[in-house]
Structure formats: structure tokens, C-alpha cells
């Protein structure tokens, strides 16, 4: 499904190379996680992934379902299946949660030459899925993010992955300060959602969070690179004896 190879990527404004190797399969149907200590390069991965501005890509490549993803436009990226769940946690005041899920899937089908969501099918489908993941009805009437509580916005974003129905999720939840009650949303929503069609590409630096998630894969990445991969049990190791061992030998 996700195909990185030998991923090398510099600050653009900057003279400094943050990943210098990065090798990593994802399968459908499989959860990978990323850990790492803190300046590994496991944000700036996912920002490489999303297309985020201020990073060259100096070697390697990048392939979902066998497109090459480097190259594309953010939009393109969600046409072609990717999702980020950092990528909307933005506030919009004066627009309706509705209306901008709405947008968002309209314009995902449009990017795949399909057409627009008839406004019945489309309140149909929300409603079923906002039922599903145990979603207030009332939060879909809100203005997108506007007063959400942590666990309302995780809420939120696991509403929008369910809505765009991605091949490929992507969660950095690194630096976001979960408390325990919005991991156990991230995690039931990851797991409501995982299917044989789907990956998930999980970046945490916190073993807690895949107490909830249990990942297939676990990756260590330090110093720009995935220096180890192992099972479920590699995320314990890290519990147990942090990351010392594997900056070490990095
Ligand atoms: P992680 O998510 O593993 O904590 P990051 O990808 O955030 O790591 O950062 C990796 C390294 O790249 C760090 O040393 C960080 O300071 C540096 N870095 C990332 N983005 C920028 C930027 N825009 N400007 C300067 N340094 C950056
Ligand atoms: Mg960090
Ligand atoms: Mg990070």
C-alpha cells in the first residue's frame, strides 16, 4: 500500500538533513506505529507525506498503491487516498462541521473525476457513521472545531477519516498531549476503522497509546532512520527500557 524507499529529505531554507534513509512498507490491512525520541524525524516524515511546504525531498520515493506520491499536490494526495488526521484540526469560525465534511468529501470525489455526493446520501451517510462512533448529532451543527474540547476535535478528526474512507491513515499524535480519555477515542477510532483495505500509519513517542491500538508493526526511527522493526513486543521493550539502546547503536 505505502511504499517508502531510502527517503531523504533537507529543510528547504536550511542546510540539514532530517530523514537520511527512511525504508518502510505499509500493508493494507495492517497498523503500523512509529516511535522515536524526540527529534528523530517521525513528524517530519508525515509532514513529507502530507505534502507540507519547507521540505526537499533530496532521494528516494514514495508510492501509495503504486502511484508515486511525492509529487503531488496535498488535494491530489487525498484523491488518491492518504489521509492526515493533523490535516484539518484547524479552527474554521462561521462554518458549519457539516458543511465543511461536506466540502471535503465533494472535492475528494471531484480530484477523482467522480461526482458530487447528493446532499441526501451525503446526511444519510454522516449520520450513520457520526452513530457508529458514538458522535453527538449536535456537534455536526457546529462550527468546525470552534470550542471543541481535545477529545471533541479527536472526535472530529476520526469523523472526517470515517467520512473520506482512506486507503492510507496517517496519525502523529506525538506532540498533542493525549490524556487518557482522548488515546482511548483515538484508539476505538482506529480500530472502528481498520480494515483489509486500509493502513494505518500510527507516529507516537508514547508506548500508551498502542496499549489501545495494538499495532501489527512497530518501528523505531531514531536519528532519521528506522533503525529497528520488530512486533507489539518492541513497543514494550521501549516501555521497559526507553530509547537508549537504539540511539546507541544509530
Ligand atoms: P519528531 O517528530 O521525531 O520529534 P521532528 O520531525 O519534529 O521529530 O524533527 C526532526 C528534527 O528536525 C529535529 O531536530 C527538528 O528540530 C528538526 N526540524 C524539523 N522541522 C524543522 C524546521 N522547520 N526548522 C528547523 N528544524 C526543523
Ligand atoms: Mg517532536
Ligand atoms: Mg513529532
Redesign the pocket.
Known amino acids: 500500500m505505502l511504499e517508502i524507499k531510502n527517503l531523504h529529505v533537507k ?1 528547504e ?2 542546510d ?1 538533513q ?1 530523514l537520511k534513509g527512511v525504508d518502510l512498507t505499509v500493508e493494507a490491512g495492517k497498523v503500523h506505529a512509529i516511535m ?10 508525515s509532514y513529507v507525506l502530507s505534502g507540507r511546504e ?1 521540505y526537499e525531498v533530496t532521494d528516494g520515493s514514495a508510492t501509495l498503491l503504486g502511484e508515486d506520491i511525492l509529487d503531488l499536490e496535498p488535494e491530489e494526495r487525498a484523491a488518491a487516498g492518504m489521509f492526515l488526521a493533523f490535516q484539518y484540526p484547524v479552527e474554521i469560525p462561521g462554518v458549519g462541521n457539516m458543511t465543511f465534511l461536506r466540502s471535503a468529501v465533494n472535492a475528494q470525489r471531484k480530484a477523482r473525476g467522480e461526482e458530487e455526493m447528493s446532499s441526501s446520501d451525503f446526511l444519510k451517510e454522516i449520520r450513520a457513521k457520526a452513530k457508529e462512533l458514538q458522535i453527538d448529532a449536535d456537534m455536526l451543527k457546529r462550527p468546525v472545531n470552534v470550542g471543541f474540547s481535545g477529545g471533541e476535535k479527536k472526535r472530529n478528526e476520526i469523523l472526517q477519516m470515517a467520512m473520506l474512507a482512506p486507503k492510507l491513515c496517517i496519525l502523529d499524535e ?2 498533542s498531549g493525549l490524556d487518557v480519555d482522548a488515546m482511548k477515542l483515538v484508539s476505538e477510532g482506529v480500530n472502528a476503522l481498520r480494515s483489509p483495505d486500509r493502513g494505518f500509519l500510527v507516529i507516537t ?1 508514547y508506548q500508551r497509546l498502542l496499549d489501545h491500538i495494538k499495532p501489527d508493526v512497530v518501528h523505531i ?1 531514531s536519528d532519521g532512520k528506522i533503525v529497528k522493526t520488530g512486533g507489539p513486543e518492541l513497543a514494550l521493550e521501549v516501555e521497559n527500557n526507553g530509547y537508549a539502546e537504539f540511539q546507541e547503536t544509530a
Open positions: 529543510l531554507e536550511e540539514k532530517i522515536g525520541p524526540n527529534g528523530s524525524g517521525k513528524s517530519t516524515l519547507g506525538t506532540d513517542h526511527m
